[in-house]
C-alpha cells in the first residue's frame, strides 16, 4: 500500500453532518475523515445530491457524467468542499430531489425506490475506483463504505477486472441491512452469479449488506465488543455465520467524539462553563436544565438525563417500568427524544403523572442535548444493544457518569464504579446486566448512593474527564489497518 502520504481514500456515506444527518453516522463521517487527513491521508466524502445537500453547498463544480444503470438514469459529479475545508464529491441525480428524508419520507415510511437511490451511491463508489473512471482526476487506493446504503460498492468492485481500490466495509448498526426484492439485482445491472448465497442473496431477497460483507478486503464496526457479539445469534441479525467466517477480517475500532463541539470549557448552548477543577459550576447547569424542562429547583436531587430516540433498542421501555419508583428515590428524569409512538405517549403520560419530577421532550434539540449532558448529574443508556453509542463519553467529558447496560461500546467506554476501579482511579460511571426492570433499578440506586458521597462523586466525574475519547487515536487505528490492505 502507498505511504500515508500518497494513499488516497473516497469515503462513501448516505449522511454527513452538518449538511444531512439523522444519527451517529452523520457525525462519524463529518469527524474521521478530518482526523485521517490530519495523519495525512488524502480523503474524499462521497454522498448523494439530496436537496438538502445541494442547497448547501458553497461551490460546486461538475466534474464528471456517471453513466446510468438499467433502472438508474445518467448522472452528475458534483466537486464541492466540506465546511471542514475537505473535498466533497456529490451524486447528483433526479432520484434524490425530493421533500422528506433521506430514507423515508414525512411519514417514516420508507421510500420505494431506496434500491435504487443507494444503488446508484454504490455504483458510483465502485466505478471511481476503477481504471475505467470518468473522474481521471482522482483515483482512490481504497473505498471506505459506510453501512448498508454503500454496501454494495464490493459487489461491483468485486467483478472488476483488472486493478481496483481495496474495500473496508464498515457496519455501524447491524439491524439495518438493505433487504430489497430479487429483481433489484437487474435493475442495478448486478451480474446474475452475484445473485447467489455466496453473493447478495438472502433468504430469496437481496440485501446490500451482506454482499458489503461477503466481498470486502475488510470489516469494521464500531466498538471491539460489538464485533464480538455480532458473531453470535443473539445480536448476529441473521448475518453471525458470514460474521464467523470472516472473523479474520473483523475488526471492531471504538468511534472517538467532536471534542471541540463536546466541550464544557467553550460549549456555547450551555450555562456555565466549567472544567475538572471548576465542578460547583456544574451546578448553574442543572438548575438552569430544570428550570427550561419544568423540574423543581432542588439542587440536592439527583437528576438522570436521556437524549436518544425512543426505541426498544435503546431500553427505554425497561426505563419506563421503573420510573415511578425512580421519583422514590428520590431523582428526577429529563428526556429528550423522538421514536416509536407508543413510548412517546407513554413518556409524556409519565411527565404528567410527576409533574415537577419527570419532564419529556419529543423531538430533537441541539441546544438542550447539551444543556442535559452538563445539566444531568447522571446519564442514563440501558440499550438492548449498543454497536457504539456517543452520549456516554459526552457524559464523561461533562463529568455527568452514565448508567449504561453492559453491551457493546458502552461496555468499551464506561469503567464500572467499584472499590477496585475507585482505587486505581478509572471508575467513571456504572455498568450494570442484565438488562430488566429489577436489575436497572437496583443499579440507579447504587449510583443514587455514590451521588451522596461527594468524595466519590467528584473522583468518577475527574475520573470520566480526563479520559481521551478523540478521534485522533481511532483514526490511526483506521490508518494501519489501510496500509495493512495489499495493494489492488
Given at each position: ?17 452538518p ?65 471542514s ?7 447528483e ?16 415510511t420508507?421510500?420505494?425506490?431506496n ?22 482526476a ?30 473496508v ?100 448552548y ?99 442535548s ?9 446519564f ?17 467529558r ?15 467506554s ?73 495493494v489492488?
Amino acid at each position: 500500500m502507498a505511504s500515508a502520504e500518497k494513499l488516497k481514500v473516497l469515503f462513501a456515506t448516505s449522511e454527513i453532518a452538518p449538511l444531512i444527518k439523522t444519527g451517529g453516522l452523520a457525525d462519524v463521517s463529518a469527524a474521521l475523515p478530518v482526523a485521517l487527513n490530519a495523519l495525512g491521508v488524502d480523503i474524499r466524502v462521497l454522498v448523494p445530491g439530496y436537496p438538502q445537500v445541494m442547497g448547501a453547498l458553497k461551490t460546486r463544480s461538475r466534474v464528471a457524467t456517471l453513466p446510468g444503470l438499467p433502472g438508474i438514469p445518467p448522472a452528475s459529479l458534483i466537486a464541492s468542499k466540506l465546511p471542514s475545508g475537505l473535498p466533497l464529491l456529490v451524486v447528483e441525480c433526479p432520484i434524490y430531489d425530493r421533500n422528506g428524508g433521506p430514507y423515508q419520507d414525512a411519514t417514516a415510511t420508507d421510500w420505494q425506490d431506496n434500491d435504487l437511490r443507494f444503488g446508484l451511491l454504490s455504483y458510483v463508489g465502485a466505478l471511481l475506483s476503477t481504471p475505467g473512471s470518468p473522474f481521471a482526476a482522482w483515483k482512490p487506493d481504497i473505498v471506505h463504505c459506510n453501512d448498508w446504503q454503500t454496501g454494495l460498492t464490493p459487489v461491483y468492485l468485486n467483478y472488476v477486472h483488472g486493478p481496483r481500490a481495496r474495500t473496508v466495509m464498515t457496519i455501524h448498526n447491524l439491524a439495518f441491512q438493505g433487504i430489497f426484492p430479487p429483481q433489484s439485482a437487474n435493475r442495478l445491472g448486478l451480474p446474475p452469479q452475484a445473485f447467489s448465497i455466496d453473493g447478495v442473496e438472502y433468504y430469496g431477497n437481496l440485501s446490500f449488506l451482506k454482499g458489503g460483507l461477503q466481498f470486502a478486503d475488510r470489516i469494521t464496526t464500531v466498538s471491539p465488543s460489538y464485533a464480538r457479539e455480532i458473531q453470535t445469534e443473539q445480536l448476529g441479525m441473521g448475518l453471525q455465520g458470514l460474521l464467523s467466517r470472516r472473523k479474520d477480517r473483523l475488526t471492531g475500532i471504538l468511534n472517538g467524539i467532536d471534542t471541540d463541539a463536546w466541550d464544557p470549557e467553550s460549549d456555547p448552548y450551555i450555562e456555565r462553563y466549567y472544567n475538572a477543577a471548576r465542578l460547583a459550576s456544574k451546578q448553574d447547569n442543572k438548575r438552569a436544565l430544570q428550570l427550561r424542562m419544568g423540574l423543581q429547583d432542588s439542587p440536592q436531587t439527583p437528576l438522570f438525563g436521556v437524549v436518544s430516540r425512543l426505541t426498544d433498542q435503546k431500553g427505554l421501555d425497561v426505563l419506563a417500568d421503573i420510573v415511578d419508583d425512580l421519583v422514590e428515590l428520590p431523582a428526577q428524569l429529563a428526556v429528550l427524544g423522538s421514536g416509536d409512538p407508543a413510548l412517546q405517549r407513554r413518556y409524556q403520560a409519565l411527565a404528567q403523572d410527576h409533574a415537577g419530577q419527570v419532564a419529556v421532550q419529543i423531538g430533537f434539540d441541539e441546544g438542550l442535548s447539551h444543556q442535559i449532558e452538563a445539566g444531568a448529574d447522571l446519564f442514563a443508556m440501558p440499550s438492548r444493544f449498543e454497536p457504539c453509542g456517543l452520549n456516554q463519553m459526552y457524559s464523561q467529558r461533562y463529568g455527568t457518569p452514565p448508567l449504561v447496560h453492559g453491551t457493546g461500546g458502552l461496555l468499551d467506554s464506561v469503567v464500572d464504579c467499584s472499590p477496585a476501579t475507585l482505587k486505581d482511579h478509572t471508575a467513571s460511571g456504572f455498568v450494570f446486566a442484565p438488562l430488566d426492570a429489577v436489575t436497572l433499578l437496583e443499579n440507579c440506586r447504587r449510583s443514587v448512593a455514590a451521588y451522596g458521597d461527594q468524595r466519590t462523586w467528584r473522583q468518577l466525574q475527574k475520573n470520566g474527564m480526563k479520559r481521551d475519547f478523540s478521534w485522533e487515536a481511532r483514526a490511526q487505528q483506521y490508518l494501519d489497518l489501510y496500509r495493512a490492505l495489499p495493494v489492488g
